[in-house]
């Protein structure tokens, strides 16, 4: 093997005994064996390591484009769909793809795209929920894990109790953060610890893992359990979508409460940036901070 194949063996795309395979996810691999955060997507959406190009449906297709959707900006997006196209370009001739609008299907639009958050009741709606089973529990925890801290969910998964530090001010009192280095950005973040952290860190089931669907699906049923399921319409994907609040619910949405709510507690949007790990306040302000803050007295006479 010529190409520097490290990534993909090391996630378990391939063996380090054998050159890529014929099946997308070697053809990719062998086309861009460097950029194999793609398929990690792919294998949450599908479910496993080894993509088929039959596998390669308009549904999973549809789900893997907004899988990407939820966490890169637009022009990200596009960049990643354009590699993917690049590669069934290629092989069209030579095998048989289930879809022929693999094109029109991965798209990017610039366009506006709204989301929900939790808020401080419904976050304690959910607290109340009792699992029923570890998968369950596994979901409730990490979630919660991220609304306390607004990690990703990739780097609440890391987090250990060697992540809580504790420092003194002036006046001798004990505080203590979270400070860990995100996978992503390579930014170190820290965040006052929250009360109630410690408990879900120490109430899951570590060995256990869980793909993206699977993770989302729990969740929301756990979130429609809680009773959080106040009627919702939000612009997203091109088009208006209605339903019960806990049907929009995903595992970006904890990060996307956390930073919320902070903004609503007059939090400015370049501290809670840093907290989130993000490289620019830009960023948190566009795609993380949903809703807006109180008018003051003097702005609402303008209203009334």
Request: hydrophobic letters at 30%; a positive charge.
């Amino acid at each position: 093997m010529t190409a520097n194949y490290t990534q993909a063996i090391k996630k378990g795309y391939m063996s380090k005994d054998s050159a890529p395979d014929l099946s997308f996810t070697g053809c990719y691999i062998k086309k861009y064996p460097n950029r194999t955060k793609d398929l990690d997507t792919f294998k949450a959406v599908i479910g496993r390591n080894s993509i088929r190009w039959q596998d390669l449906t308009e549904r999973t297709l549809k789900e893997y484009r907004d899988s990407v959707m939820e966490r890169v900006t637009a022009n990200t997006a596009r960049t990643i769909f354009a590699r993917i196209k690049s590669v069934l370009n290629d092989m069209r001739g030579e095998v048989n793809l289930p879809t022929n609008r693999y094109a029109e299907i991965l798209k990017a639009k610039q366009e506006p795209s709204q989301s929900v958050f939790l808020t401080e009741s419904e976050v304690a709606m959910l607290e109340g929920v009792e699992p029923k089973d570890e998968k369950e529990k596994y979901v409730k925890c990490i979630y919660l894990m991220e609304v306390y801290c607004g990690a990703r969910h990739s780097d609440i998964l890391s987090l250990t109790e060697d992540n809580i530090k504790t420092v003194y001010d002036a006046d001798g009192n004990e505080r203590r953060y979270i400070s860990y280095v995100s996978q992503k950005t390579s930014i170190q973040a820290d965040i006052p610890l929250h009360r109630n952290f410690l408990n879900c860190m120490r109430g899951y089931d570590k060995n256990m893992t869980m793909y993206d669907y699977e993770f989302n699906n729990v969740l929301r049923e756990l979130c429609k359990r809680a009773g959080i399921n106040e009627r919702t319409k939000i612009y997203r994907r091109g088009e208006w979508q209605e339903g019960e609040k806990w049907e929009f619910v995903t595992t970006h949405v904890g990060r996307k409460s956390f930073c919320s709510e902070l903004y609503l507690r007059g939090v400015d949007s370049r501290t809670i940036s840093k907290m989130a790990g993000h490289s620019n306040s830009q960023m948190t302000e566009q795609r993380y901070i949903i809703p807006m803050r109180s008018l003051s007295d003097k702005a609402m006479a303008f209203f009334n």
